[in-house]
């Protein structure tokens, strides 16, 4: 395992690492001390000397937060748009997509995220548009070759889950973002739990958008997230509404923004931005592949354990894999299994068909265990993990 990383240093500048063993990583992680002092010290501040007036100061700092967001993926800070959730960020550009007509096509990853699935299926549903699933490899991931196949001159956009939320699986996004260029077709990535977890190049992925939420393994405040607009793409977005700082009125006139900050509101809470921008900072200080190292490594011990527990099965896919390990355990309900590891002071998270509809239905299957790993966790956490799954397994 890489001792590139100060793990002891890193738990100790985090709070929450003193409360239990955490394997939630991808619900929400845990922020650092210094991403809350950040969060706190700027709410202190609103508090003597007036909410609008802070802000104002503050203007420069929360500058630099989208700088740093942008460098984090490779892309520019025109092309950056900062959300209150990760669905927000999804649905606005989608909402922003020319409308769908009748007999057109959009194509999604078998593991696409229940959210920005059921916003497809409802604006498809009222045009007379269809849906159709990319098939998978045998290994479980998005099959480019197969989704080249299918490109013809009705389909309208491309939607991938990059690291889907129910197991470990690494789609090739890449790939898949080839084919998209190559069709002219527009390209969506969600890349929720790829964020903080492995490097990202918006270039090099071929994606017309991306979103992903600051409080998964970027350990940033929940309330945050970003969403990447090629500049080349924005003017084929409209956004579905506008205000004072994304469209203001001039001279009788709109003029909406020439950039993706015509997707912001001009409400926003800047506390929680600064604390964003303190664990980006922390992320790229770090280096993000020196972070997905550690967690490959510390996943792979964990999913060899697990398999090793009988009544205890992994239900990760795929060849490359990320740090979210899904399991079942027979005769227990994944629910049952996270209350249990509750107890003991092991949090882990639980998911259901809503999460990923199309691959829990295909995999037959309706609830999974998901634990989690982050760089902060340790061996003796995974141990402890594994014991304590072990025991309710025998208990079964």
Excluded at 151 to 177: F, K, Y
Aim: proline share 5%.
């Amino acid at each position: 395992m890489s001792d590139v990383l100060d793990v002891e240093q890193l738990r100790s500048e985090t709070p929450g690492c003193k409360a239990g063993a955490h394997f939630n990583h991808s619900g929400a992680s845990l922020p650092s001390r210094q991403t809350l002092e950040t969060i706190w010290d700027y709410l202190r501040e609103e508090a003597s000397d007036g909410p609008m007036e802070t802000a104002t100061r503050a203007g420069e700092r929360l500058e630099a937060v989208r700088t740093d967001a942008s460098s984090l993926i490779g892309a520019s800070p025109g092309e950056i748009a900062f959300m209150g959730s990760g669905s927000a960020a999804w649905g606005a550009a989608f909402a922003a997509l020319p409308p769908l007509a009748a007999g057109d096509r959009i194509l999604a990853g078998r593991q696409e995220w229940g959210g920005n699935l059921a916003t497809m299926q409802a604006a498809a549903r009222r045009a007379g548009a269809r849906i159709e699933v990319i098939p998978v490899r045998e290994d479980g991931s998005v099959d480019a070759a197969a989704l080249a196949s299918m490109m013809d001159e009705r389909v309208r956009l491309v939607s991938l889950t990059w690291l889907p939320a129910n197991g470990g699986l690494i789609n090739d996004a890449a790939a898949v973002g080839r084919v998209a260029r190559a069709a002219g077709v527009p390209y969506f990535i969600d890349a929720g739990q790829a964020l903080g977890q492995v490097p990202i190049d918006v270039a090099a992925l071929g994606c017309d958008v991306l979103k992903a939420a600051g409080r998964k393994f970027l350990r940033g405040p929940r309330g945050t997230a970003l969403l990447y607009v090629r500049r080349g793409f924005l003017s084929e977005l409209t956004p579905s509404y506008l205000d004072v700082s994304s469209g203001p009125i001039v001279e009788g006139k709109v003029e909406i923004r020439d950039d993706a900050r015509r997707f912001e509101a001009a409400e926003n809470s800047p506390a929680l931005l600064l604390g964003l921008g303190a664990a980006i900072r922390e992320a790229r200080s770090l280096g993000i592949e020196a972070v997905r190292d550690r967690i490959a490594s510390l996943a792979s011990t964990l999913r060899d354990d697990l398999r090793s527990i009988p009544k205890v099965t992994v239900r990760d896919l795929g060849s490359q894999l990320s740090g979210i390990v899904s399991f079942t355990v027979e005769g227990i309900a994944p629910t049952q299994v996270r209350a249990a590891l509750a107890e003991r002071g092991i949090a882990i998270g639980a998911n259901g068909v809503p999460y990923t509809p199309l691959d829990m239905a295909a995999r037959g299957l309706d609830q999974i265990a998901r634990a989690s790993v982050s760089h902060l966790n340790t061996i003796s956490e995974i141990a402890l993990l594994s014991e304590a799954v072990a025991d309710i397994a025998r208990s079964a």
